[in-house]
């Protein structure tokens, strides 16, 4: 759901979204769930308990970061926009931050001696769905909603963070 929430702002903040960068970004955000799950199940205690002290925070900030930058690129008038979030460093950072908590989930695959690669496959390929779902929705979105779209957008992954936060930091 974090992909497609990201998905969705990005779809919201760009409508004119090219299907090669839709699919980029689908092809980032859906290996990097199955991946980590992987590198959580294999990598096991050793480095959850390595990352887990600041895991949410690397999370949330990664998110509030992407956050207050669609915010102020939702002020410039679309051909002014900068970069394309999905190359290089932005897109990284956003498969990153869609991803850790990924981590957690293959440790508990690990845990539970259950298969890795059939619930891995399967978190990748949701993920790569919703991620084509969510660009594809944004832009709808963003006509019903006018100009505060990408606010809202901003709004959704600063939610995101803020869930993330709370959520490690109760339990």
Do not use: C
Request: hydrophobic share 60%.
């Amino acid at each position: 759901m974090d992909a497609f929430a990201v998905s969705l702002g990005i779809g919201i903040s760009r409508p004119e979204i090219k299907p090669a960068q839709i699919l980029r970004l689908a092809l980032a955000f859906g290996p990097f769930q199955s991946g980590m799950t992987l590198i959580g199940a294999f990598a096991g205690a050793n480095l959850i308990k390595h990352i887990r002290s600041f895991d949410h925070w690397l999370a949330a900030g990664l998110l509030f970061f992407v956050a207050a930058k669609m915010v102020y690129e939702s002020f410039k008038e679309p051909h002014l926009r900068e970069g394309d979030p999905t190359r290089g460093l932005a897109l990284l950072v956003l498969a990153v931050a869609t991803s850790i908590d990924a981590l957690a989930v293959g440790l508990s695959l690990a845990a539970l001696h259950t298969s890795l690669f059939y619930p891995a496959a399967v978190i990748g390929l949701v993920a790569f769905v919703l991620t084509i779902a969510g660009v594809k929705i944004g832009p709808l979105f963003g006509r019903l909603v006018g100009r505060w779209a990408e606010i809202l957008g901003a709004a959704v992954l600063l939610l995101i963070g803020v869930r993330i936060l709370v959520t490690h930091l109760r339990g």
